[in-house]
């Protein structure tokens, strides 16, 4: 079936450095690519999404890109703060397909002070 | 506030209990979804519905039932035939593109 890799499975930067996390999809037709943040005990939140006819997406220290070629996507972090601290998800999906929703096993992120 | 609302936040089952977690939104989504999280992994999904009255279960829905008689809400009832239901559900809800997601409920078998 379609799937959804993600890599690495744990990250650990120091304060103020950046922090990058890819994702390798397999199904072709995927054109949705949103990026979750979930701290501990609580619900993912969407924090940056992109679609297949954009290769890059910037909101504030937070960046996608997208190499449709490559099949792949990643998450950009600049300047990191400990409370970017937490577990980050990415997931693929074809437009109005939510439930098709194939995600990612996720990475956890320190930040080391 | 607008969002996802699920109760209880942490809910002990003894075995052979069936027991139903609650999900309210007032987001005036028409999707809604439920997704298993068992520590360190990733989400799973249990059962979705895109509409009222209808519903699909997802790769993991054995053991599991759910309804949608409201649009609001989407209760899901973990059953006596759930082998393993220790783990962290999360409700969400979406309108096209984006899913949206409740604070998780905490099931635990005693």
């Known amino acids: 079936g379609e799937n959804v890799e993600q890599h690495p499975s744990t990250l650990s930067v120091q304060e103020g450095d950046s922090a990058v996390i890819k994702c390798t999809y397999s199904?072709?037709?995927?054109?949705?690519f949103p990026w979750y943040k979930q701290e501990l005990g609580k619900g993912p939140q969407l924090i940056i999404d992109?679609?297949?006819n954009v290769g890059e997406k910037k909101d504030q220290r937070i960046a996608v890109t997208l190499n449709k070629t490559a099949k792949h996507f990643s998450l950009h972090i600049t300047e990191t703060q400990p409370e970017d601290s937490a577990v980050y998800f990415c997931?693929?999906?074809?437009?109005?397909?939510?439930?098709?929703?194939?995600w990612g096993a996720g990475t956890k992120l320190i930040i080391k002070p | 506030d607008g969002g996802i609302t699920q109760s209880p936040k942490y809910l002990f089952r003894k075995e052979g209990q069936n027991v139903t977690l609650s999900c309210e939104q007032n987001l005036n989504h028409d999707a809604m979804y439920w997704y298993r999280q068992d520590p360190g992994q990733g989400l799973r999904l249990i059962y979705y519905?895109?509409?009222?009255?209808?519903?699909q279960k997802g790769d993991i829905a054995e053991g599991y039932s759910v309804s949608r008689e409201k649009k609001e809400s989407f209760p899901l009832t973990v059953t006596s035939a759930q082998k393993n239901p220790t783990a962290f559900y999360l409700c969400?809800?979406?309108?096209?593109?984006?899913?949206?997601f409740g604070e998780g409920s905490w099931l635990t078998v005693v």
């Open positions: 997931a693929a999906s074809r437009v109005r397909s939510n439930y098709q929703l194939i």
């Open positions: 519905s895109q509409i009222v009255n209808d519903f």
């Open positions: 992109i679609r297949s």
């Open positions: 969400a809800s979406s309108n096209g593109n984006t899913i949206y």
């Open positions: 199904d072709s037709a995927s054109n949705y």
